[in-house]
């Protein structure tokens, strides 16, 4: 077994250079070339650390706590988790998931990813909202993903709701639309506040008439079509900003009941980059696709930089859609969710 005394000696440099870099603390301390030097040189070796002994060490176990409210078993969100996974194997770290039903259950949950002595807690929700963190989580690290800390202290990191309800109708404008209607949810989610806010920001810099009766929400039954359909025959729109991609749907049923094409006689944005959904639909609809991936990285590297007390270098993350936040704060973090472009816009681009 290779050791951090034989990588030294091979590159003439002292044992506690060669563990200050092998243990990610080598900001601001070893030049650069040298940590990078060092780094090819264990990988060369074969270098294996000795996780017991650096738990003993350092009083850390190199765990992290995923604690998730259906994120675990939804498709829609699983790209949290993997982002969560890749960040936490690039720092080092083994992440124990568990998904939990209920107040009583997450608390039990809690209590054994304590026995396991995890580093610190990723706690996330389904659906951006703000949070209460329970007592039972606090006295560790946390970081909040896809939810904001409800007293302002914990990091949390979240899509930029906002400017995707701006991307998605700026599109819209861009393919020609005049009359462009918001299909919003029922729900009062933070994610339909603020689309809806952008929504109306693009149409006011655009010079276009701000009209309640083009902003419908609807929730997911046939009483959504009706909705739809009347909204069709009432105003009768050129340009539909979807709330997500399962409610352009109903504009998709609609058109056709009409006799009119998606992509030719009207635009269609969604949001979701659902993977059934966004691909499946004819013509193929153009989409915001959510950063799962890159708020589970984000909010890892976060965790892992507020656990060591040092920064946490992510250029060498994976190539993802959407660029991340630096680390430190503000929180919320927001993330600028990229529009895939398909065939649902009149006169589009594809990708």
Same mark, same amino acid.
């Given at each position: 077994?290779?050791?951090?005394?034989?990588?030294a000696?091979?590159?003439?440099? /002292?044992v506690? /250079?060669?563990s200050?870099?092998?243990n990610?603390?080598?900001?601001?301390?070893?030049?650069?070339?040298?940590?990078?030097?060092i780094r090819?040189?264990?990988?060369?070796l074969?270098?294996?650390?000795?996780?017991l002994?650096?738990s003993?060490?350092t009083s850390?176990?190199?765990?992290?706590?995923?604690?998730?409210?259906?994120v675990a078993?939804?498709?829609?969100a699983?790209?949290?988790?993997q982002?969560?996974?890749?960040?936490a194997?690039?720092? &080092?770290?083994?992440m124990?998931?568990?998904?939990?039903?209920g107040?009583?259950?997450?608390?039990?949950?809690?209590?054994?990813?304590?026995?396991y002595?995890?580093d &610190?807690?990723?706690?996330?929700?389904?659906?951006?909202?703000v949070?209460?963190?329970?007592?039972?989580?606090r006295?560790?690290?946390?970081?909040?993903?896809?939810?904001?800390?409800?007293?302002?202290?914990?990091?949390?990191?979240?899509?930029?709701?906002?400017?995707i309800?701006?991307?998605a109708?700026?599109?819209l404008?861009r393919?020609?639309?005049?009359?462009?209607?918001?299909?919003?949810?029922?729900?009062?989610l933070?994610?339909?506040?603020?689309?809806?806010?952008?929504?109306?920001?693009a149409?006011?810099?655009?010079?276009?008439?701000?009209?309640?009766s083009?902003?419908?929400?609807?929730g997911?039954?046939?009483?959504?079509?009706?909705d739809?359909e009347?909204?069709?025959?009432d105003?009768?729109?050129d340009g539909?900003?979807?709330?997500?991609?399962?409610?352009?749907?109903?504009?998709?049923? /609609?058109?056709a009941?009409? &006799?009119?094409?998606?992509?030719r006689?009207?635009?269609?944005?969604?949001?979701?980059?659902?993977?059934?959904?966004?691909?499946?639909?004819?013509?193929?609809?153009s989409?915001?696709?959510?950063?799962?991936?890159?708020?589970?990285?984000?909010?890892?590297?976060?965790?892992?930089?507020?656990?060591?007390?040092?920064?946490?270098?992510?250029?060498?993350m994976?190539?993802?859609?959407? /660029?991340?936040?630096?680390l430190?704060g503000?929180?919320?973090a927001?993330?600028?969710?990229?529009?895939?472009?398909?065939?649902?816009?009149?006169?589009?681009?594809t990708?």
């Amino acid at each position: 077994m290779t050791t951090m005394k034989q990588i030294a000696k091979e590159l003439g440099v /002292s044992v506690s /250079s060669v563990s200050l870099v092998l243990n990610n603390r080598d900001h601001g301390r070893i030049k650069p070339a040298k940590a990078k030097q060092i780094r090819q040189t264990a990988e060369r070796l074969g270098y294996q650390p000795n996780p017991l002994a650096r738990s003993l060490r350092t009083s850390k176990t190199g765990l992290l706590g995923f604690i998730s409210e259906d994120v675990a078993t939804t498709p829609f969100a699983g790209g949290i988790i993997q982002g969560a996974q890749d960040a936490a194997r690039a720092s &080092g770290y083994i992440m124990l998931t568990v998904n939990a039903k209920g107040a009583a259950e997450e608390e039990e949950d809690v209590a054994a990813l304590r026995r396991y002595g995890v580093d &610190g807690f990723l706690y996330a929700k389904m659906y951006n909202r703000v949070t209460t963190i329970p007592d039972y989580l606090r006295g560790s690290p946390i970081v909040l993903v896809d939810a904001t800390d409800a007293d302002g202290v914990s990091p949390s990191v979240e899509p930029d709701e906002y400017l995707i309800g701006v991307d998605a109708t700026n599109a819209l404008i861009r393919a020609g639309a005049k009359r462009i209607a918001y299909i919003g949810c029922q729900d009062p989610l933070i994610a339909q506040r603020e689309r809806s806010r952008g929504y109306r920001q693009a149409l006011k810099d655009a010079g276009i008439p701000i009209l309640d009766s083009m902003m419908i929400k609807v929730g997911d039954n046939e009483r959504a079509l009706r909705d739809v359909e009347r909204l069709f025959d009432d105003e009768h729109p050129d340009g539909f900003f979807c709330f997500n991609d399962a409610r352009a749907w109903y504009v998709y049923e /609609s058109a056709a009941r009409r &006799g009119l094409t998606v992509g030719r006689d009207i635009s269609v944005v969604g949001v979701d980059n659902h993977l059934v959904l966004a691909q499946t639909m004819t013509p193929r609809l153009s989409t915001v696709a959510l950063p799962h991936y890159e708020m589970g990285y984000w909010a890892v590297s976060q965790l892992v930089s507020n656990i060591r007390h040092e920064h946490i270098n992510m250029n060498d993350m994976p190539e993802t859609l959407a /660029s991340l936040p630096p680390l430190g704060g503000p929180y919320p973090a927001k993330i600028h969710c990229p529009l895939i472009y398909k065939e649902s816009l009149v006169g589009g681009e594809t990708d």
